[in-house]
């Protein structure tokens, strides 16, 4: 399995810009890089993937580097309801394989 | 539209009790299923994944075990209960798209082993 590594942890105040890293440096060249959030005593939700260039949705933005050894997760202005635990995982495409989660980074949004 | 649900939702068990936690799918058809675990505080750990009817790959050696009997359904199940199987269980699926498979998690099954 291609892993990822992320900040234990991240602190942010509300209504500033987040940046949550992710470094893959043994990505594959068919592996999409997701990220996905985790609220708390609920199922992780989607947030946004993507594979080579930026990409940008309602929920936040994916910059990824020119290598894709590594990406970075945007919230544009953080809100109280974004503190959460944030997982990057590799997907590759296809089937016939299985998806694993790391520890992620717990983001902590002060009022 | 697809849609995953899981139950029961929350559970008490004794040790050595029985155990069996049921996942289905609904608007999508041969889907990749997966059982994680997660431990109070902990990350997710993946149990058990199946990429069809009755193939089940084990990724974590214990008492638990996973069953495929149709191909929207996905089943947990114990024999015999222990302390460290308490946890939150959730259920997920996967299709057969071409970004990258998305994972769409059910709602979580609390499991108390008392």
């Known amino acids: 399995d291609a892993k990822t590594t992320q900040p234990n942890s991240m602190e942010s105040n509300e209504e500033e810009p987040v940046h949550l890293p992710c470094n893959h440096s043994t990505i594959s060249g068919t592996d999409y890089i997701h990220w996905y959030r985790q609220l708390p005593s609920q199922g992780p939700e989607y947030v946004i993937h993507g594979l080579t260039s930026n990409v940008n949705n309602r929920m936040a933005s994916l910059a990824i580097a020119e290598d894709r050894k590594s990406s970075t997760l945007i919230l544009h202005r953080a809100t109280l309801r974004d503190a959460a635990v944030y997982y990057c995982?590799?997907?590759?495409?296809?089937?016939?394989?299985?998806?694993?989660f790391g520890k992620g980074t717990l983001l902590t949004v002060n009022p | 539209s697809q849609t995953i649900h899981q139950w029961p939702a929350t559970l008490v068990q004794p040790v050595g009790s029985p155990l069996s936690l049921e996942c289905t799918v609904e608007g999508t058809s041969n889907p990749n299923l997966y059982w994680y675990r997660q431990a109070a505080g902990r990350g997710l750990q993946l149990l058990f994944y199946?990429?069809?009817?009755?193939?089940i790959s084990s990724e974590v050696p214990q008492n638990l075990s996973a069953s495929r009997p149709q191909d929207r359904q996905f089943i947990l199940s114990s024999k015999k209960l222990l302390l460290s199987d308490s946890g939150f269980y959730l259920c997920?699926?996967?299709?057969?798209?071409?970004?990258?498979?998305?994972?769409?998690f059910g709602e979580g099954s609390w499991l108390t082993v008392v």
């Open positions: 997920a699926w996967t299709g057969q798209g071409s970004s990258g498979n998305t994972i769409y």
């Open positions: 995982i590799l997907s590759p495409r296809g089937s016939n394989y299985k998806l694993t």
């Open positions: 199946s990429v069809g009817i009755g193939q």
